[in-house]
């Protein structure tokens, strides 16, 4: 038996699985590329649902990963301070349900990054050159490991931050931290940590791509080098010179690879540059000086037969 919806059959397909079709050269209409837009958001929200879900089952876990800097933390502390003892607790009673929710999302998205990933890229690149897909997948390729590189140095370097900002607490008065903030408060950490390590890449495919030359980094680099620990003093959690330099040191190393990377590139377009001007004004014919040896001596006596 068939469903039928006001007298028509209703048809079950799975066409929408299929991605629409591509023109060679690229080219489509502004219908083609919502079709095209609908169908990567579609799967992109469709994995993210199931990554989510699969995340889902493993909440305690997730829970227990994230919890362990803030122990980690606390045990320190009760080892310098015995009589503290700050707590944990949930504020409401949705409370356990939205933070089980939120970090099964969050792990989600960690977990198919590549196909969403992909599905933005599939997306932009159509209206790509060959050279820019070239220098996009570099960028891609590199982002990734660079970010999540962030975000474990940033887990690494909380719970001394716990440890500094609950020292603070006055004697006799009770610490209870809500588990929902907290939760929060460590996810911002990791992900400002990740964004700090992709800043030198932006920067480099700036370069690739022309609006900054290496001269300028080489100019400003004092400057910016600085500004990487005024940063790693701000955005770590605690006062210690090594959570500061575990957010600053691999900035600034980051940041002059960058500058060495732009160098070579500018030399290179500048090596091209030169070789298509010489090419552009003809060869021998542009260049006097050879045009002048290729040239006969009029004083020469002229060969004989």
Same mark, same amino acid.
């Given at each position: 038996?068939?469903?039928?919806?006001?007298?028509?059959?209703?048809?079950?397909?799975?066409?929408?699985?299929?991605?629409?079709?591509?023109?060679?050269?690229?080219?489509?209409?502004?219908?083609?590329?919502?079709?095209?837009?609908?169908?990567?958001?579609?799967?992109? +929200?469709?994995?993210?649902?199931?990554?989510?879900?699969?995340?889902?089952?493993?909440?305690?876990?997730?829970?227990?990963?994230?919890?362990?800097?803030?122990?980690?933390?606390?045990?320190?502390?009760?080892?310098?301070?015995?009589?503290?003892?700050?707590?944990?607790?949930?504020?409401?009673?949705?409370?356990?349900?939205?933070?089980?929710?939120?970090?099964?999302?969050?792990?989600?998205?960690?977990?198919?990054?590549?196909?969403?990933?992909?599905?933005?890229?599939?997306?932009?690149?159509?209206?790509?050159?060959?050279?820019?897909?070239?220098?996009?997948?570099?960028?891609?390729?590199?982002?990734?490991?660079?970010?999540?590189?962030?975000?474990?140095?940033?887990?690494?370097?909380?719970?001394?931050?716990?440890?500094?900002?609950?020292?603070?607490?006055?004697?006799?008065?009770?610490?209870?931290?809500?588990?929902?903030?907290?939760?929060?408060?460590?996810?911002?950490?990791?992900?400002?940590?990740?964004?700090?390590?992709?800043?030198?890449?932006? +920067?480099?495919?700036?370069?690739? +791509?022309?609006?900054?030359?290496?001269?300028?980094?080489?100019?400003?680099?004092?400057?910016?080098?600085?500004?990487?620990?005024?940063?790693?003093?701000?955005?770590?959690?605690?006062?210690?010179?090594?959570?500061?330099?575990?957010?600053?040191?691999?900035?600034? +190393?980051?940041?002059?690879?960058?500058?060495?990377?732009?160098?070579?590139?500018?030399?290179?377009?500048?090596?091209?540059?030169?070789?298509?001007?010489?090419?552009?004004?003809?060869?021998?014919?542009?260049?006097?000086?050879?045009?002048?040896?290729?040239?006969?001596?009029?004083?020469?006596?002229?060969?004989?037969?």
């Amino acid at each position: 038996m068939s469903l039928t919806l006001r007298g028509r059959p209703i048809r079950f397909s799975l066409k929408w699985l299929k991605p629409p079709p591509s023109p060679p050269d690229g080219s489509m209409t502004l219908f083609e590329h919502l079709r095209e837009l609908r169908y990567r958001l579609v799967v992109a +929200v469709l994995a993210l649902f199931i990554g989510t879900l699969v995340c889902w089952f493993f909440r305690e876990s997730l829970l227990d990963l994230l919890q362990r800097p803030y122990s980690v933390g606390v045990n320190a502390l009760k080892a310098k301070y015995p009589e503290t003892n700050p707590i944990l607790y949930n504020p409401g009673i949705t409370s356990p349900f939205t933070l089980a929710l939120k970090v099964s999302g969050v792990a989600g998205g960690v977990l198919t990054s590549p196909i969403w990933l992909y599905q933005l890229w599939a997306f932009i690149v159509p209206g790509l050159l060959a050279k820019e897909k070239k220098w996009s997948l570099i960028f891609i390729g590199t982002a990734t490991p660079l970010f999540l590189a962030g975000v474990v140095v940033g887990y690494i370097v909380v719970p001394k931050g716990i440890t500094v900002l609950l020292g603070f607490t006055k004697s006799g008065v009770a610490n209870l931290q809500s588990f929902p903030d907290f939760m929060s408060f460590l996810l911002r950490i990791m992900i400002v940590f990740g964004i700090a390590f992709l800043i030198p890449l932006i +920067v480099l495919m700036l370069n690739i +791509v022309g609006v900054v030359k290496a001269k300028h980094l080489s100019k400003y680099r004092s400057y910016v080098i600085f500004g990487c620990f005024v940063f790693g003093a701000v955005a770590t959690p605690s006062t210690d010179p090594f959570s500061m330099l575990a957010l600053a040191a691999p900035m600034a +190393v980051l940041f002059v690879a960058a500058e060495v990377i732009a160098h070579i590139l500018d030399r290179s377009r500048a090596r091209k540059a030169v070789a298509g001007t010489l090419v552009a004004a003809g060869g021998i014919e542009g260049d006097s000086a050879l045009r002048e040896l290729s040239d006969p001596d009029p004083d020469e006596p002229e060969p004989r037969p």
